[in-house]
């Protein structure tokens, strides 16, 4: 027996193994990233065979586990749960078509959001695309779902959808478990186009068969402990209920046993589809009210239908949008117990006043900012300079933080950032204006969804630069590999993909690669670059600033160390720490003077060009 | 044993992880079930990080604002910040200059929550020491000082003794050792 203080993802990583999965693909985002790298890390300590893929994007990852399902193998497949828009069209379909091998989805959710742009709710794409859903409270109710998991996709052959919120994700938990071993399932594809390719007619009774799998997943759900359970007493009734699914759900439980409350009877939905008519009603006979506190969304609460007993956020009980964190649903529960005259848990004052104070004390704001030395900062300061005038489309990853350098205009959702230019060139261009565009993208985001973006930008004629900011490395999300490198994730070797040949093959005639270190060398290219794509015979121009991430590369992003020091012309006029914004740059309240951070500082140099008074110099 | 609530906060930077980790599995040692809920993504580039650690058995891992039985905080700013999160009677434990903490703002605060603030310069001491990015072990000693909670400072020293890679071990122990007769000053 082995015990691991485990993070919730590699909880779920370890239930995925004591499954017996054996392909496992995965695109990384916050809050899902760090699953396949635990998989990995349990692969090689239990010398496992399991096959483990970081795929170009969520959609790509997807399929790739669909054809293992298919051919008998247990398969997952990890993402954020804005990866699930990605895999939207293989998700819905392959719930039509089913599966072998068990097939597994993992959906993170963020609720918050911490580290997202929406707060989408992965039990609605479930309930959109007809798959049954599992929806933890902590890692290791997490991690013995994914088993459950696995046996529900096989018995029924529909993929199964997991849903962990961040904080199951990013919880950490003291887990104990037994050796592991490979899973040694053949893989073994047998042809049957009426279902693997089916034309509409047969899809047509794809859909009916999957509507009656939901009639009979929908009755195993309505005993399906210890997911779905409630502590009703025989023969008693209650003013108030409470329905909860997810982590909300073991907050409520924590909640009635600190403050010693046993008058309220909990259902807990932990698999809520298909709904468990059945169990469901059982507990809303019993009770007057009941109130629904589930995160992100409201799909409990429209499958319980009776409006007349139901409280939650549609009665606005519930707040609609951020985290449900304790003291939300503490104060979520008192008013729901007010409103139906029981003695709340609690007054909830103090920590309302105590937040309250915080305010007034006015605390440093500590918004996100790109890293000193962050070869990001120096291209966004290299593209303002050429190109002040310009709209500055932007996408996904570290470099969305260019918008406190004034350099991202817009961020929608990957691969926008082309996508984007091309239709403000075109709205543009209509009104004869030429607009000046840059537009910037990382290497990971242009091969998970910016080369299409590319081909259509370049066939259509749309006019722009696009800058491709190349640190060899997925860094926002935890340093995953890019393709550009040829070490894979399980340390075998990848044939590496070389981004010049993917820009050149989308079309691209002006393509050049700067250096973003060498700040003057790249204005002059940004310059150049425009004045290509605007001519008359021009077309895109595409610009690789390329310098690996100093977080990880060190070694190799600062190859020569620059110390630094701020000189007596320095007028103070803020330009280094507030609009470059190094955070190793800073203004000395005491002194009003700019001083360097040195425990910051990783020397990298690049200030010294950008400093309007050439008031930094080489120490 | 009642749940125990730690609340750990400070900058990115500060070893909160470590922290987290020494915590963890000092209760691990004695036998004891932990839940845990970190700062991870965008979030973590912020500056602003909190860990919360719950020893004991509960199902859940976030600590509801007004029930941390502890604040430790290696930051004085991060402190204020999470302050909320500190029960009636709960103890504040921060790495600030002990004549100028707590803020005037908030002593009627802690005054009527009964609160009890103290403070240490960690990360001056960690610096003298020769360790400036110890400020971590340094909280650690300091709080093991005043005996409080499940976790003893024999306990928290040793797991600090076998966590250290060997190069580290002498210098870590050496803040833990000096930390802790701060605190046990105090006492």
Redesign the interface.
């Known amino acids: 027996m082995k ?1 691991e ?1 485990l ?1 919730g993802n590699g909880a779920i990583a370890l239930g995925l193994l004591e499954a017996g999965c054996q392909i496992m693909t995965s695109y990384p985002g ?2 899902s ?2 699953i396949l790298p635990e998989v990995t890390r349990f692969a090689k300590a239990e010398n496992l065979n399991t096959s483990i893929e970081w795929s170009v994007n969520e959609k790509v990852a997807f399929d790739n586990a669909f054809a293992a399902a298919i051919s008998g193998k247990r398969a997952a497949c990890c993402m954020k749960m804005v990866g699930l828009n990605v895999a939207a069209d293989s998700f819905m379909s392959a719930a039509y078509i089913g599966n072998i091998g068990g097939l597994v989805i993992i959906s993170c959710d963020d609720p918050g959001p ?2 997202s742009q929406t707060e989408q709710d992965s039990r609605m794409m479930a309930r959109l695309g007809k798959v049954p859903v599992l929806d933890p ?3 290791e109710e997490a991690r013995e779902m994914i088993k459950t998991a696995f046996e529900l996709s096989e018995e029924f052959q529909v993929p199964v959808l997991v849903r962990p919120a961040i ?1 199951i994700c ?5 887990i104990r478990y037994e050796s592991l071993k490979s899973n040694l399932t053949k893989a073994d594809f047998k042809k049957e186009p009426t279902r693997w390719a089916s034309t509409p007619k047969f899809r047509f009774l794809q859909h009916k068969a999957l509507n009656e799998k939901h009639i009979k997943i929908s009755e195993k759900f309505n005993s399906l402990t210890p997911y779905n359970t409630h502590n009703l007493e025989k023969g008693k009734t209650y003013d108030l209920g409470v329905v909860a699914g997810g ?1 909300p759900a ?2 409520i ?3 009635f046993a ?1 403050y010693e409350r046993e008058d309220i009877p909990i259902l807990k939905l932990g698999a809520p589809y298909p709904f468990p008519e059945k169990f469901a009603d059982e507990f809303m006979d019993k009770c007057a009210k009941v109130i629904v506190v589930e995160e992100t969304d409201t799909v409990i609460e429209y499958m319980l239908r009776d409006k007349s007993k139901t409280l939650g956020r549609l009665t606005g009980h519930v707040p609609m949008e951020g985290e449900l ?3 939300k649903i ?1 104060a979520v529960l008192n008013k729901a117990m007010t409103d139906c005259s029981i003695e709340p848990l609690s007054a ?1 004052a ?2 309302q ?3 309250g ?2 305010q ?2 006015e ?2 704001i ?4 790109l ?1 000193p030395g962050c070869p990001h900062r120096a291209s966004f300061y290299s593209i303002r300079k050429a190109m002040p005038k310009a709209i500055y489309p932007s996408d996904i990853g ?1 470099y ?2 260019g918008s406190n350098l004034g350099v991202v205009d817009t961020v929608l959702d990957m691969g926008a950032g082309i996508t984007m230019a091309s239709g403000f060139w075109n709205a543009y261009i209509q009104d004869d204006v030429k607009k000046p565009i840059v537009a910037t993208m990382g290497d990971s985001t242009f091969f998970h969804s910016g080369t299409t973006a590319l081909i259509n930008a370049v066939y259509n004629d749309s006019r722009f630069v696009l800058v491709i900011l190349d640190n060899y490395i997925t860094a ?3 340093m995953q590999p890019a393709i550009t490198q040829d070490k894979r994730v399980d340390g075998r070797k990848g044939n590496a993909i070389e981004l010049e040949t993917i820009v050149k093959g989308c079309g691209v005639k002006y393509l050049k690669v700067v250096d973003p270190f060498d700040t003057k060398a790249m204005i002059k290219i940004v310059k150049d670059a425009a004045e290509y794509a605007y001519s008359d015979d021009g077309s895109i121009a595409v610009i690789i600033a390329r310098h690996p991430c100093v977080i990880g590369f060190r070694d190799q992003a600062i190859p020569e160390k620059i110390p630094v020091k701020v000189t007596d012309d320095c007028n103070e006029c803020g330009f280094c720490h507030t609009s470059f914004e190094c955070p190793a740059l800073y203004e000395d309240k005491e002194n009003e003077k700019t001083e360097i951070n040195h ?2 500082c990783v020397e990298c140099g690049v200030c010294i060009d950008i400093r309007p008074q050439g008031a930094i110099v080489r120490a | 044993m009642k749940t125990v609530n730690y609340v750990l906060s400070g900058l990115g930077g500060q070893g909160i992880l470590f922290m987290t980790k020494i915590f963890a599995t000092t209760a691990l040692n004695k036998g004891y079930n932990i839940l845990g809920a970190e700062t991870h993504g965008m979030a973590q580039r912020g500056g602003s990080v909190v860990s919360h650690l719950r020893i004991g058995d509960t199902k859940s891992s976030l600590i509801r604002a007004g029930a941390a039985d502890f604040l430790i905080s290696m930051d004085e700013s991060e402190a204020y910040r999470y302050l909320p999160y500190l029960k009636k009677g709960g103890k504040l434990f921060a790495n600030a200059p002990g004549d100028a903490f707590p803020d005037k703002q908030i002593a009627g605060y802690l005054d009527r929550m009964e609160i009890e603030p103290r403070a240490m310069e960690a990360s001056r001491t960690a610096m003298e020491l020769g360790s400036p990015k110890s400020t971590n072990l340094a909280m650690i000693a300091f709080y093991s000082a005043f005996g409080m909670g499940p976790l003893s400072a024999d306990d928290l020293r040793a797991t600090v003794d076998t966590n250290s890679p060997g190069p580290f071990k002498e210098k870590n122990l050496k803040i833990f050792d000096t930390c802790y007769e701060v605190g046990r000053k105090m006492v």
């Open positions: 015990e203080f993070l916050t809050p990233s760090e911490h580290s409270g902590n890692p904080r990013h919880a950490r938990q003291n982590v073991f907050v439980q924590d909640l600190e964190v304790p003291e503490e909830d103090m920590a006043e105590a937040f104070l915080v007034t004390l605390l440093p500590r918004k996100p900012t890293c570290c969305t933080l926002m999300t935890g425990t910051l």
